[in-house]
């Protein structure tokens, strides 16, 4: 999948916008991101300041903490994806978590972040999930239910993950009548369009994506970015995929 780099001769004109209610972690992140030519940092202290801000100025991604008082992290991503605020709804954002937050993941990628970094910050990660991020579009199906993703940040702060069966709708389901048309391809053939034809899991069982749904750029680089929590990294799945005429 090939990564459209050209915006970076613009990239120091970027705007970026980090949220989280810890100010020396703010402070530490725009001195980073300031280090990597990006002048442009405005800072909210939870989802709530955040969307207020988005509703005023225009940014080119957002990088948010996941718990914060008022609003989570998740939950303003969630009203960005249902198009609830003033920035349009495939706006860029990254999700600062600990990859042991399963809860947190299976919610981040049914949302479709374009990213996760962890604390503390490591700067060539950051300019790696920087330039991943600002070259992904997220063109989502007609209908796609993201007012269905559940956010349950008690659960997380309680137990760290959780074992879940997945979300899905009607409109995911693959018929039985096309199971001789499965492929199994590896974790780095996945590719945009492809629809998953088995769930994938974390290897505590912790269902990221279930059976059913259609693959984007977004979820495809997320996989990539899991690859040490996977249960696997070979699955089934329909379509999507080209080699000599095959499907």
């Known amino acids: 999948m090939a990564i459209d780099f050209e915006f970076l001769d613009s990239f120091e004109r970027k705007r970026v916008l980090i949220v989280d209610d810890d100010s020396f972690i703010l402070g530490v992140l725009e001195k ?3 280090m990597l030519g990006i002048e442009s940092v405005l800072r909210a202290g939870d989802g709530d300041e ?6 005023e100025q225009a940014v080119d991604l957002v990088i ?4 914060m008082p008022n609003l989570d992290g998740l939950s303003m991503l969630k009203q960005i994806r249902m198009g609830r ?6 706006l860029p954002c990254i999700v600062v978590t600990s990859l042991d937050e399963e809860a947190v993941l299976v919610a981040a990628m049914r949302l479709d972040a374009n990213g996760f970094v962890q604390k503390p910050f490591k700067t060539p990660m950051l300019i790696k999930r920087l330039l991943i991020a600002l070259s992904e579009t997220i063109v989502e199906m007609p209908g796609h239910p993201y007012s269905d993703v559940v956010i349950d940040l008690e659960q997380v702060a309680l137990t760290g993950s959780v074992h879940s069966t997945g979300q899905s709708h009607q409109s995911q ?7 001789e048309k499965y492929t199994l391809v590896s974790l780095f053939q996945l590719r ?3 629809q998953l034809a088995e769930d994938i899991k974390t290897k505590s069982g912790t269902v990221l994506l279930s059976a059913g749904f259609t693959l984007n750029e977004a979820r495809v680089h997320r996989m990539w970015e899991l690859e040490k929590n996977l249960e696997k990294t070979s699955f089934r799945v329909v379509g999507g995929w080209n080699m000599g005429g095959g499907s």
């Open 32 to 34: 980073l991101l300031n």
């Open 85 to 90: 605020t003033g920035a349009p709804s495939n």
């Open 50 to 55: 955040a969307l207020t801000l988005l509703s």
């Open 192 to 194: 945009s369009d492809m």
């Open 64 to 67: 948010s903490d996941v718990q």
């Open 173 to 179: 389901h693959i018929p039985l009548e096309r199971d």
